[in-house]
């Protein structure tokens, strides 16, 4: 009884004190059990991602692996068309006995373009190019494309020159040259004049020196076509493309590309 004479509740352990044993060790469990229930943290895992091997996340490249080129250009075209993490999604589903390591690597480098880092984009290409060389040829014109939807004309120039030296491109020497000049003539006269002054290999000295010439006019070119018909052929490179060396003779709209 309190002092007013009413009675006091009892408490949660008092009243399960009067209680038979069993049914107090019955009670005592079911409140342990709701309070852990209450107090851990819930967990989700319909979110957590699939864990892979660190070794197929991160692949190597193997010398001679033949690129899966249809594999490459399925999950870009999924990229493009749906989103990139649909794209990220079935090219973690890939692994190092279904794709190759090799096209693990292009593919890495490709979504890393595709979703704006150009930085680890340009590295994953390098590695490829540093581990086999039998995807030297992919990696290089991934690298000029980039280069040249990023603006970079010297950059995408240098790379389509580095990647006409390779014998089998001669068969495609013609092609070389007028993507060559047409990246070029995009390059800023100052930019130009700073390569040539750095650059030591004779062929890639006679594009600039063409492309220079080409800006100051007929006589200037015709001079340079001039010194350039005696200097010795090399057997690699592709070489200035004549024909249209010719056909810019009789022009009177020359470029003027800013300094």
Same mark, same amino acid.
């Given at each position: 009884m309190s002092a007013i004479g009413h009675p006091q509740p !009892? =408490?949660? /352990?008092?009243?399960?004190?009067g209680r038979p044993l069993l $049914?107090?060790?019955? !009670?005592?469990? !079911?409140?342990l059990t709701l309070v852990t229930a209450c107090s851990a943290p819930t967990r989700d895992t319909t979110a957590l991602p699939v864990q892979t091997d660190g070794d197929e996340r991160v692949p190597e490249p193997v010398e001679g692996e033949q690129l899966r080129l249809d594999t490459i250009a399925r999950l870009s075209t999924l990229a493009k068309t749906e989103s990139l993490l649909v794209a990220q999604y079935e090219r973690d589903q890939l692994s190092l006995s279904d794709a190759g390591a090799s096209t693990l690597i292009a593919l890495d480098s490709r979504l890393a373009w595709l979703s704006g880092d150009v930085l680890l984009a340009d590295q994953l290409l390098q590695k490829l190019k540093n581990g086999n060389t039998a995807a030297i040829d992919f990696a290089l014109e991934e690298q000029i494309a980039q280069a040249a939807l990023s603006g970079q004309w010297l950059r995408a120039a240098t790379l389509l020159f580095e990647k006409s030296q390779a014998p089998a491109e001669q068969r495609n020497a013609?092609?070389?040259?007028?993507?060559l000049f047409g990246y070029l003539i995009r390059v800023t006269t100052s930019a130009l004049s700073a390569e040539l002054k750095? =650059? +030591? %290999?004779? %062929?890639?000295?006679?594009? !600039?020196e063409? &492309?220079? /010439?080409?800006? &100051?006019?007929?006589?200037?070119? +015709?001079?340079? &076509?001039?010194?350039?018909?005696? +200097?010795? &052929? @090399?057997? =690699?490179?592709?070489?200035?493309? $004549? =024909?249209?060396?010719?056909?810019? @003779?009789? +022009? @009177? %709209?020359?470029?003027? @590309?800013?300094?």
């Open positions: !009892l =408490s949660f /352990a008092c009243r399960v004190a $049914l107090r060790v019955a !009670l005592t469990a !079911l409140l013609s092609v070389n040259s007028d993507r750095k =650059s +030591r %290999d004779p %062929d890639w000295r006679a594009w !600039l063409m &492309q220079l /010439a080409y800006r &100051q006019g007929p006589r200037a070119l +015709r001079a340079w &076509q001039s010194a350039a018909g005696n +200097r010795p &052929q @090399t057997p =690699s490179g592709a070489k200035p493309p $004549l =024909s249209l060396v010719r056909r810019a @003779t009789h +022009r @009177t %709209d020359y470029p003027h @590309t800013a300094a």
